[in-house]
C-alpha cells in the first residue's frame, strides 16, 4: 500500500506537468512552502483555543445540525462536546497524542477509537475523526512542494502534500490552494492512491476572530456520493486562552459539562 500511495503521488505529479504544470523549482522563488503548510495546520489552532461550532449534515435523504464546544492544546490534545441537537447532547470526543476516545451518555461508556478507524465518519459526517482531531498532520506528517497545474490562478499558491510512507494515511495525496498574499487556504482537494479526486474542502467566509483572520466555513463535499456534503460553521473562536488540563482528560470526558 505504502509503495502504492508514492507511485500514485508521483503519476499525479507527472500528469500536472504534462499539463501546464512545472516544478518546485522556478515556482514562485522565494516562497516558503513550509510556512503555507505550517499556516493551513494551525489554521484554527494556537498553544491552546476554544471554540463554539455548528456542523450542518446534507444528504439527499435527511440533514441535520449538530452543535459542539472544542478546546485544544497545540496539535496533540483536543476535546469535543456536542451541546444539540438534546439526542446528541453529552456526547464528546478527546484526543491526546496518538489515542483517542468517544463516549456516548446513553450509555455511559467511553469507547477508545482504534488507529484503523481514524478515517472513519465522525458522527455520520463527511469529515472523518482525523479532520476533527488532527491526529495527522500537514506539516509533519507529509511531504510538500509547489505546483502550479493548468488553469492556475495568480492570486494563489498551490502545494501538493504527499504523505510518509510509514503512516496509515488513506490518501494517495493532497493538493491545497491558498491565497498568495496571506496563506489562507481556499480549498483543499483529497485525493486516492489511484489519483482519484475522492472530496474537495471549500474555505469561505473570512472573519476575524481574536485578532487572526480565518475562514469562519470550511464546507467538506465528497466527490463519490451525490447530494451529500458537511459544513461547520465557528460562531466564536478564540486562542491562547486559559484551558485546564481536567477539560483535557478522560475524566472530564464521561462528566458530560
Request: proline fraction near 4%; aromatic fraction near 8%.
Amino acid at each position: 500500500m505504502n509503495r502504492m500511495r508514492l507511485v500514485s503521488g508521483v503519476l499525479l505529479l507527472i500528469g500536472l506537468l504534462l499539463n501546464g504544470s512545472t516544478q518546485a523549482q522556478g515556482i514562485d522563488d522565494g516562497i516558503d512552502v513550509n510556512a503555507i503548510i505550517k499556516r493551513v495546520d494551525e489554521l484554527y489552532r494556537s498553544n491552546t483555543s476554544y471554540s463554539e461550532i455548528e456542523m450542518e449534515i446534507v444528504t439527499p435523504h435527511w440533514q441535520r445540525t449538530l452543535a459542539m464546544k472544542a478546546w485544544t492544546s497545540g496539535m496533540k490534545k483536543t476535546f469535543l462536546r456536542l451541546t444539540a441537537p438534546l439526542k446528541e447532547k453529552g456526547m464528546g470526543t478527546l484526543r491526546i497524542g496518538n489515542e483517542m476516545w468517544n463516549y456516548l451518555p446513553k450509555t455511559n461508556k467511553v469507547i477508545k477509537i482504534p488507529p484503523s478507524m481514524m478515517m472513519s465518519s465522525w458522527m455520520g459526517s463527511d469529515f472523518t475523526n482525523d479532520d476533527l482531531v488532527k491526529e495527522f498532520s500537514l506539516y509533519e506528517d507529509y511531504r510538500y512542494e509547489l505546483i502550479r497545474p493548468e488553469g492556475a490562478v495568480d492570486s494563489l499558491l498551490y502545494v501538493n502534500c504527499i504523505p510518509r510512507e510509514d503512516l496509515p494515511i488513506v490518501w494517495g495525496n493532497i493538493v491545497i490552494a491558498a491565497n498568495r498574499a496571506d496563506s489562507i487556504p481556499v480549498w483543499q482537494k483529497y485525493y486516492d492512491e489511484k489519483g482519484e479526486l475522492m472530496r474537495v474542502a471549500i474555505y469561505d467566509d473570512i472573519r476575524v476572530f481574536d485578532g487572526r483572520r480565518i475562514p469562519a466555513i470550511m464546507k467538506m463535499v465528497p466527490q463519490n456520493k451525490e447530494g451529500h456534503k458537511t459544513i461547520l460553521r465557528y460562531n466564536e473562536l478564540k486562542f491562547d486562552v486559559k484551558v485546564d488540563d481536567e477539560i483535557l482528560s478522560l475524566r472530564h470526558l464521561r462528566s458530560q459539562n
